[in-house]
T-cell receptor
Framework: NAGVMQNPRHLVRRRGQEARLRCSPMKGHSHVYWYRQLPEEGLKFMVYLQKENIIDESGMPKERFSAEFPKEGPSILRIQQVVRGDSAAYFC??????????FGPGTRLTVL | QKEVEQNSGPLSVPEGAIASLNCTYSDRGSQSFFWYRQYSGKSPELIMSIYSNGDKEDGRFTAQLNKASQYVSLLIRDSQPSDSATYLCAAGTGGGAGTYKYIFGTGTRLKVLA
């Protein structure tokens, strides 16, 4: 019974490049959440998605960031034209319906 | 702005003592509450969930919820050095039509001294 899977686990990008982070929820889970954690800080909500729908993107920066959860395949968090301030750990979590939610191992993004 | 607040610590307790971690939340509509433990460089792992007023025990851990005071706590009995980590409190709120959102506190760093 696989848990939440994220890849890559570590991603290094140069300023101006694109970063693409993937998340496969637990089997049967249709709710996906993305959180960002800066060094020594708490988890900040970014976006909440269900299959093919963005439910809440109030935590997403207005520019350069986008997320999707297609009918088939993983959820993807995309960051265009990365800057050094985007360096952080990005965690994905999934839940059944309003129940306990589980985190993936995270993707650690480093922008050079 | 819906918030979850925790004391950042560090909270230091001797080995074998009871560690008490506290959390308050601002949204009275919150219906579910969670405690996660996060070791440095790792992802958060679920310790306890609680939905009703009162206490819920699981091994050395007891979660307490008081909705009238908008207060959640976590007690760790017989604290061990391996319990040293950051503990995150989260509150979940239903957004209607089967949607839910979870807000985290910034976490309390616990140090258990051997």
């Amino acid at each position: 019974n696989a848990g939440v899977m994220q890849n890559p686990r570590h991603l290094v990008r140069r300023r101006g490049q694109e970063a693409r982070l993937r998340c496969s929820p637990m089997k049967g889970h249709s709710h996906v959440y993305w959180y960002r954690q800066l060094p020594e800080e708490g988890l900040k909500f970014m976006v909440y998605l269900q299959k093919e729908n963005i439910i809440d993107e109030s935590g997403m920066p207005k520019e350069r960031f986008s997320a999707e959860f297609p009918k088939e395949g993983p959820s993807i968090l995309r960051i265009q034209q990365v800057v050094r301030g985007d360096s952080a750990a990005y965690f994905c979590a999934s839940s059944l319906v309003g129940d306990t939610f589980y985190f993936g191992p995270g993707t650690r993004l480093t922008v050079l | 702005q819906k918030e979850v607040e925790q004391n950042s610590g560090p909270l230091s307790v001797p080995e074998g003592a009871i560690a008490s971690l506290n959390c308050t939340y601002s949204d009275r509509g919150s219906q579910s509450f969670f405690w996660y433990r996060q070791y440095s460089g790792k992802s958060p792992e679920l310790i306890m969930s609680i939905y009703s007023n009162g206490d819920k025990e699981d091994g050395r851990f007891t979660a307490q919820l008081n909705k009238a005071s908008q207060y959640v706590s976590l007690l760790i009995r017989d604290s061990q050095p391996s319990d040293s980590a950051t503990y995150l409190c989260a509150a979940g709120t239903g957004g209607g039509a089967g949607t839910y959102k979870y807000i985290f506190g910034t976490g309390t760093r616990l140090k258990v001294l051997a």
